[in-house]
Structure formats: structure tokens, C-alpha cells
């Protein structure tokens, strides 16, 4: 792309994560041509793993990716939870062939590198800008112009924030953020499930519960052969001063936090060959997610704790509500769209944050109606009067 104005764009989305990649798709579907502009260089696979939930397949279903998925990632038969030490189950849900059966989608568990592959496909590559970090905006008259570090300037009529929980959209709208610290350290990985030698960790997607910590373990791919771990316990945080997973974790402070685990946990963490860490923290739901002909989603407006797994669905969500909602509206109206779809959105994700961050979900009997049952595609395009402050 030249470093030079682009004018009359119709859409700009910041941020080629699975909630900007879906966002393009989604209004390109409608007839919405969207450019997505992302600071990485390249993308790349990155150590980690991911599980949708029915309302989050649904919405790649409606994508076109059904047999993907079902080709390629791993479809857990329970979702289990078991007693950290005794390994006896506190609950266990169906998943196979019950999440399809009572929601009309499956429930699939892989790695997020080949999901956020596949929504890239779905992308005309003339529609992505790789290598652009955006440093301003200004709303200006009708539409908002952005400049990039590379000196690109962009003129559009409209901007999605799609940028993430270090959002550049949302600190120049509402101010830089102060999150907390919870006290707790994820520590993640995927790695060869061959290196297990022979430790079956079964077919479910399993959570071991301690008293404060906690781990989840599932394969990330249909042929099981790929595993994957995310750990919650406390740590402390003085080594960073911002979210990342690139930090290296060690191996052997891991393995002790976890000693007097099952000893399933002890064969999953013994042939672990590196693993990453992040400081997880917490929002409240903001004040607002837009302001004018700007709009924020995914992680830049609702970041949650990954206690509920659904952080990436709910950007999908956002993805298929937003382009719907601009469909309908008048070109020129964006801001009162953008409006709507806060109000639409706002309540859910709201909810969803905050249960999360309870860090209960599905520990003993739970109904996940509420949130597996959601339909993107269908749900009514009025506000949601629910408080969700």
C-alpha cells in the first residue's frame, strides 16, 4: 500500500486478531468491503490452544467453515472437571453429539494458530495490511483518519477497533486504562502429544481444580497428536508490566506449584518441553463502546480472564451482530449503528466478563443454555435493556 491517503474507505478495522479477521468476513458477506490494518509483520502460529462453544462454532458455521473444523480440530466427548489430587469429577457435561443435538452446533476444541488460519483465508489478502501500526486518529467532519507508524495515512467512514486488550482505539477514547492484577500466572503450551510416551489424558476436555489454581488440559487436533495446557496459580507479577504470552516460563518453578497433582497432571507437566506465561488481570465493563464513527470489540472493549474459555467467541459474536446491524443501516449513520450494537452486545458480554472472572463456570452442575444457546445470526437486532453495569 503506498503511504499515501486512501479516500472514501468505506470500512477500517484495526486489528487482524480472530475478532478483525471475523469482522471482515462477516461485513463482507453483507456486501461490506472492510480493510483490515495489523502491526505484525507476519502471522504466526503461536503455542496455543482454544475451545468453542456452540454459540462460537455456530458463527463458523455460518462462515462456511463446518467441514474445517470438523476435519481438523479435536471434538471432546465430555467437558470434565475433576478434584486436583483425587482426580473424583466435581461434573461432567456431554459434549459429543449432545451439543449438536441441543444447540444445533458442536462444541470443538484446537489450536487458535489454525483457527485464526482459516478465518484468514476467508479474507481477500488485498483486504489485509500486515506491518501497519497505527499511531492517532481523529474524527474528522463524517469520517476518521489514521496515521501509521510508516507514515500511511487512511481516510474512512467508518472504524472498528479490533486491536485488543492494549487497544490504541479504546485508550484515545476513554483514556488510558488501569487494569488489576488478580494474583494469578497462566502458564500455557502445546506440544507433541508422542512425548506423553504412552499416558492416555483421555477423550474429554478436562479442568483439575485445586483450592488456588487450577489446570486444563485437551488435544487440540483431530488426529491427537498435538496436547495443549493453560494453568492459573498464584504468582507474582513484578516481571512484567503488561499482558504478553511471549515471556518464558519455568519449566521446574511450574512443576512445583502443581507437585501433589494427579499424578495425570504430573506425566502432562514431566514431558512439557518449554512452556509461556502471562499476568492475568481484570476490567470492569466499560462506559461506552463507541463515539461516533468509532467502535470498539472483542478483547478492546469486553478482555475477560480465560476462566470461561470465551473470550474468541465472544469476538465472533461481535463479529456476526455488528456486520447485521450495519447491513441495515443508512451509510451515513454509522455512529447511531455502532450505538445499537453496544446496546445489543453490551449486556451479554458484560455478563460474561464478570462470570468469568468469578472462575466457577462448569466446576460442579451448571446449565450452559445461557450461553451455548446463543444465536448470532438470528438474535433480534434490539437493545438488551438488561444492567450490565
Given at each position: 500500500m503506498?503511504?499515501?491517503?486512501?479516500?472514501?474507505?468505506?470500512v477500517?478495522?484495526?486489528?487482524?486478531?480472530i475478532?478483525g479477521?471475523a469482522?471482515a468476513?462477516?461485513?463482507?458477506?453483507?456486501?461490506i468491503?472492510?480493510?483490515?490494518?495489523?502491526?505484525a509483520?507476519?502471522?504466526?502460529r503461536?503455542?496455543a490452544?482454544?475451545?468453542?462453544?456452540?454459540n462460537?462454532?455456530?458463527?463458523?458455521?455460518?462462515?462456511?467453515?463446518?467441514?474445517?473444523l470438523?476435519d481438523s480440530?479435536?471434538?471432546?466427548?465430555t467437558n470434565?472437571?475433576?478434584?486436583?489430587?483425587?482426580?473424583?469429577v466435581?461434573n461432567e457435561?456431554?459434549l459429543?453429539?449432545?451439543?449438536?443435538e441441543k444447540y444445533?452446533a458442536?462444541?470443538?476444541?484446537?489450536?487458535?494458530?489454525?483457527l485464526?488460519a482459516?478465518?484468514n483465508?476467508?479474507?481477500?489478502?488485498?483486504?489485509?495490511?500486515l506491518?501497519?501500526k497505527l499511531?492517532s486518529?481523529?474524527?474528522?467532519?463524517?469520517n476518521v483518519?489514521?496515521?501509521?507508524?510508516d507514515?500511511?495515512?487512511?481516510c474512512?467512514?467508518?472504524?472498528?477497533?479490533?486491536d485488543?486488550?492494549?487497544?490504541l482505539?479504546?485508550?484515545?477514547?476513554l483514556?488510558p486504562e488501569?487494569p488489576?492484577?488478580?494474583?494469578k500466572?497462566?502458564?500455557?503450551t502445546?506440544?507433541?502429544?508422542?512425548?506423553?510416551?504412552?499416558?492416555?489424558?483421555g477423550?474429554?476436555?478436562?479442568?483439575?481444580?485445586g483450592?488456588?489454581?487450577?489446570i486444563?488440559?485437551y488435544?487440540v487436533?483431530?488426529?491427537?497428536d498435538?496436547?495443549?495446557?493453560?494453568?492459573s496459580?498464584?504468582?507474582?507479577?513484578s516481571w512484567?508490566?503488561?499482558?504478553s504470552?511471549s515471556?518464558?516460563g519455568?519449566?521446574?518453578?511450574?512443576?512445583e506449584?502443581?507437585?501433589g497433582?494427579?499424578?495425570d497432571?504430573q506425566?502432562?507437566?514431566a514431558?512439557?518441553?518449554e512452556?509461556?506465561?502471562?499476568?492475568?488481570?481484570e476490567?470492569?465493563?466499560?462506559?461506552k463502546?463507541?463515539?461516533g464513527s468509532?467502535l470498539l470489540?472483542?478483547?478492546?472493549?469486553?478482555?475477560?480472564?480465560?476462566?470461561?474459555?470465551?473470550?474468541?467467541?465472544?469476538?465472533l459474536?461481535?463479529?456476526?451482530?455488528?456486520?447485521?446491524?450495519?447491513?441495515?443501516?443508512?451509510t451515513?449513520?454509522?455512529?447511531?449503528?455502532?450505538k445499537?450494537?453496544?446496546?445489543?452486545?453490551?449486556?451479554?458480554?458484560s455478563?460474561?466478563?464478570?462470570?468469568?472472572?468469578?472462575?466457577?463456570?462448569?466446576q460442579?452442575?451448571?446449565n450452559?443454555?445461557?450461553v451455548?444457546?446463543?444465536?448470532a445470526w438470528?438474535?433480534?437486532?434490539v437493545?438488551d435493556?438488561q444492567?450490565?453495569?
Amino acid at each position: 500500500m503506498a503511504k499515501t491517503d486512501i479516500l472514501n474507505l468505506p470500512v477500517a478495522i484495526i486489528g487482524a486478531g480472530i475478532g478483525g479477521l471475523a469482522s471482515a468476513h462477516a461485513l463482507g458477506q453483507l456486501g461490506i468491503v472492510a480493510h483490515v490494518f495489523e502491526q505484525a509483520p507476519a502471522f504466526k502460529r503461536l503455542g496455543a490452544g482454544i475451545q468453542m462453544g456452540p454459540n462460537a462454532t455456530r458463527v463458523l458455521q455460518g462462515f462456511g467453515l463446518a467441514d474445517h473444523l470438523k476435519d481438523s480440530a479435536f471434538e471432546p466427548r465430555t467437558n470434565l472437571n475433576r478434584v486436583w489430587d483425587t482426580g473424583d469429577v466435581s461434573n461432567e457435561f456431554p459434549l459429543l453429539g449432545h451439543a449438536m443435538e441441543k444447540y444445533g452446533a458442536p462444541f470443538y476444541a484446537l489450536h487458535r494458530g489454525d483457527l485464526h488460519a482459516a478465518l484468514n483465508r476467508l479474507v481477500p489478502s488485498s483486504q489485509i495490511h500486515l506491518n501497519k501500526k497505527l499511531l492517532s486518529w481523529q474524527q474528522e467532519n463524517q469520517n476518521v483518519m489514521l496515521t501509521f507508524e510508516d507514515g500511511t495515512r487512511v481516510c474512512a467512514q467508518a472504524v472498528i477497533g479490533a486491536d485488543g486488550v492494549h487497544s490504541l482505539i479504546r485508550d484515545t477514547l476513554l483514556g488510558p486504562e488501569e487494569p488489576r492484577f488478580t494474583g494469578k500466572i497462566a502458564y500455557r503450551t502445546t506440544f507433541p502429544a508422542s512425548r506423553l510416551a504412552g499416558v492416555d489424558i483421555g477423550q474429554s476436555r478436562t479442568k483439575w481444580w485445586g483450592e488456588d489454581r487450577h489446570i486444563v488440559i485437551y488435544y487440540v487436533t483431530r488426529q491427537q497428536d498435538e496436547i495443549y495446557f493453560v494453568t492459573s496459580q498464584p504468582e507474582d507479577a513484578s516481571w512484567t508490566t503488561k499482558e504478553s504470552w511471549s515471556a518464558k516460563g519455568d519449566l521446574s518453578a511450574l512443576r512445583e506449584a502443581y507437585a501433589g497433582f494427579h499424578p495425570d497432571v504430573q506425566a502432562v507437566l514431566a514431558a512439557c518441553p518449554e512452556v509461556h506465561k502471562w499476568a492475568l488481570y481484570e476490567r470492569d465493563p466499560l462506559a461506552k463502546w463507541c463515539e461516533g464513527s468509532v467502535l470498539l470489540m472483542g478483547d478492546a472493549c469486553h478482555p475477560m480472564t480465560p476462566y470461561m474459555a470465551q473470550g474468541a467467541a465472544m469476538a465472533l459474536e461481535d463479529s456476526v451482530v455488528l456486520a447485521r446491524i450495519m447491513a441495515q443501516a443508512d451509510t451515513k449513520d454509522w455512529p447511531q449503528a455502532f450505538k445499537l450494537f453496544e446496546q445489543c452486545r453490551k449486556p451479554r458480554a458484560s455478563m460474561i466478563q464478570k462470570a468469568s472472572s468469578a472462575n466457577q463456570w462448569m466446576q460442579k452442575k451448571t446449565n450452559p443454555d445461557w450461553v451455548y444457546g446463543y444465536n448470532a445470526w438470528k438474535v433480534p437486532l434490539v437493545p438488551d435493556l438488561q444492567d450490565a453495569t
